[in-house]
């Protein structure tokens, strides 16, 4: 789950992290206002929307005058935001966040993740902040640091202040900055966040050190127990067909092919991407329909799947176990009766009832059903076909 970063501020504020002031508007004729109640010379004006590319965009723009507030306002509210994140279409501007322009000295990067191999999270930091932290990896892994710390005990003081010093903070900065750390390390693990991100931080020409732009995002799995954080989603930002599937207990996620993928089992899901790539297709989804899914479930998956009108040929890659291949093979049918095939439909069954299975589908006759011997073989018919 992610939010807004107004959000993120607020949270950060809750948790003692210094963040300039700022006003949060929904209506362009509320510029003005915000713009006379931050009472700044300058003010940054950033466009609230869940994807990155913001300040190329021009939708993070640096304005010194109502007037000029007003005018950019308008401009983010009228037409949407097209990044190298959002595609062509773009994403609406629903909120915008007037900040306090502050003069900086230096810009550093902070970041909490959970590191897999490791299996406990991680307090990364660079001196070299403001530009994503991918592209600093990319073209110099030693300016990232990192300290692991166990997530009872949680960062320690002493990981902190090496941190600090190691991006070359020193005194009250340093100071500053491990506690920071520490605050930040503290909200990761209690609010069961999958990223919690101060990008920049940032160091004044007084000496002054501040979260001036945050991103967090939350384990979906752990959002039961943090309703004041459930409250935060906003599904307007959320793909819909995404918001579909989630009601249907499907996992989907939207991609950019052509070829529609409904699995059962996330490693399956993505051999079966993975396949269909290696024989020159491309994904259109990634759609898990888990192990022990209902006709009902697989019928919705097949709407779902078949509302892209990308989609040009689907593959069904079943392993029955807890699902059994007849099960499927009925849900199929059903689909093809209720949906309606309007494209090929490559199937690979195995497991369970499989020989029930295929002799069910065979009898249905479905013109644009095809089956598969294995695999490799649904991969090359389901790329064929597109």
Request: glycine fraction near 8%; hydrophobic fraction near 50%.
């Given at each position: 789950?992610?939010?807004y970063?107004y959000?993120?501020?607020?949270?950060?504020?809750?948790?003692?992290i210094?963040?300039?002031?700022s006003?949060?508007?929904?209506?362009?004729d509320?510029?003005?206002a915000a713009?006379?109640k931050?009472?700044?010379?300058?003010?940054?004006?950033?466009?609230?929307v869940?994807?990155?590319?913001?300040g190329?965009?021009?939708?993070?723009?640096l304005?010194?005058?109502?007037?000029?507030?007003?005018?950019?306002?308008?401009?983010m509210?009228?037409?949407p935001?097209v990044?190298?994140?959002?595609?062509?279409q773009?994403?609406?501007?629903?909120k915008?966040?007037?900040?306090?322009?502050?003069?900086i000295?230096?810009?550093?990067?902070?970041?909490?993740?959970?590191?897999?191999?490791k299996?406990?999270?991680?307090?990364m930091?660079?001196?070299?902040?403001?530009?994503?932290?991918?592209?600093v990896a990319a073209?110099?892994?030693d300016?990232?640091?990192?300290?692991?710390?166990?997530?009872?005990?949680?960062?320690r003081?002493?990981?902190?202040?090496a941190?600090?010093?190691?991006?070359?903070?020193?005194?009250?900065?340093a100071?500053?900055?491990?506690?920071?750390?520490l605050?930040?390390?503290k909200?990761?693990?209690?609010?069961?966040?999958s990223?919690?991100?101060?990008?920049?931080?940032v160091?004044?020409?007084t000496?002054?050190?501040?979260?001036?732009?945050a991103k967090f995002?939350?384990?979906d799995?752990?959002?039961?127990?943090?309703?004041?954080i459930?409250?935060?989603?906003?599904?307007a930002e959320?793909?819909?067909?995404?918001?579909?599937?989630?009601?249907?207990?499907?996992?989907y996620?939207?991609?950019?092919?052509?070829?529609?993928?409904?699995?059962?089992?996330?490693?399956l899901?993505?051999?079966?991407m993975?396949?269909?790539k290696?024989?020159g297709?491309d994904?259109?989804?990634?759609?898990?329909?888990?192990?022990?899914?209902?006709?009902?479930?697989?019928?919705?998956a097949f709407?779902?799947?078949?509302a892209?009108?990308?989609v040009k040929?689907?593959?069904?890659n079943?392993?029955?176990?807890?699902?059994?291949?007849?099960?499927i093979?009925?849900?199929?049918?059903k689909a093809a009766?209720?949906?309606?095939?309007?494209?090929?439909?490559?199937?690979?069954?195995?497991?369970?009832?499989v020989?029930i299975?295929?002799?069910m589908?065979?009898?249905?006759?479905?013109p644009?059903?095809?089956?598969?011997?294995?695999?490799?073989?649904?991969?090359?018919?389901?790329?064929?076909?597109v």
């Amino acid at each position: 789950m992610k939010i807004y970063e107004y959000q993120a501020r607020a949270l950060m504020q809750e948790a003692g992290i210094p963040v300039p002031p700022s006003e949060v508007i929904e209506r362009a004729d509320q510029a003005a206002a915000a713009f006379a109640k931050i009472a700044a010379p300058r003010v940054v004006v950033k466009a609230q929307v869940h994807a990155g590319g913001r300040g190329k965009a021009g939708y993070v723009v640096l304005v010194d005058s109502a007037a000029a507030v007003s005018e950019n306002v308008a401009r983010m509210f009228a037409k949407p935001m097209v990044s190298k994140q959002t595609g062509s279409q773009g994403v609406k501007v629903r909120k915008i966040l007037l900040a306090k322009a502050l003069d900086i000295a230096k810009e550093y990067y902070l970041g909490v993740v959970l590191d897999r191999a490791k299996r406990v999270p991680v307090m990364m930091a660079s001196a070299e902040g403001g530009v994503e932290i991918e592209e600093v990896a990319a073209r110099n892994p030693d300016a990232i640091k990192k300290a692991w710390f166990h997530p009872h005990l949680g960062l320690r003081p002493f990981q902190a202040a090496a941190l600090a010093a190691a991006i070359g903070l020193k005194g009250p900065q340093a100071k500053a900055a491990t506690d920071i750390m520490l605050k930040l390390a503290k909200l990761f693990v209690e609010k069961d966040c999958s990223l919690a991100e101060i990008n920049p931080l940032v160091q004044t020409p007084t000496g002054e050190i501040l979260a001036i732009d945050a991103k967090f995002n939350f384990d979906d799995n752990g959002t039961f127990r943090h309703p004041e954080i459930e409250s935060l989603f906003d599904p307007a930002e959320e793909n819909p067909a995404e918001m579909r599937a989630r009601e249907a207990d499907l996992t989907y996620i939207a991609l950019d092919g052509n070829i529609g993928c409904l699995v059962n089992g996330a490693g399956l899901a993505m051999s079966t991407m993975d396949i269909i790539k290696l024989h020159g297709g491309d994904p259109a989804n990634f759609l898990d329909v888990g192990g022990s899914v209902s006709p009902a479930g697989a019928v919705e998956a097949f709407r779902i799947i078949l509302a892209d009108a990308k989609v040009k040929a689907v593959l069904v890659n079943i392993f029955g176990g807890i699902a059994k291949c007849d099960v499927i093979a009925d849900a199929l049918i059903k689909a093809a009766r209720d949906v309606g095939f309007r494209v090929p439909v490559v199937v690979r069954l195995e497991g369970t009832n499989v020989e029930i299975a295929r002799k069910m589908l065979k009898e249905a006759a479905i013109p644009q059903l095809r089956s598969a011997s294995d695999l490799t073989d649904a991969a090359k018919q389901v790329c064929a076909c597109v």
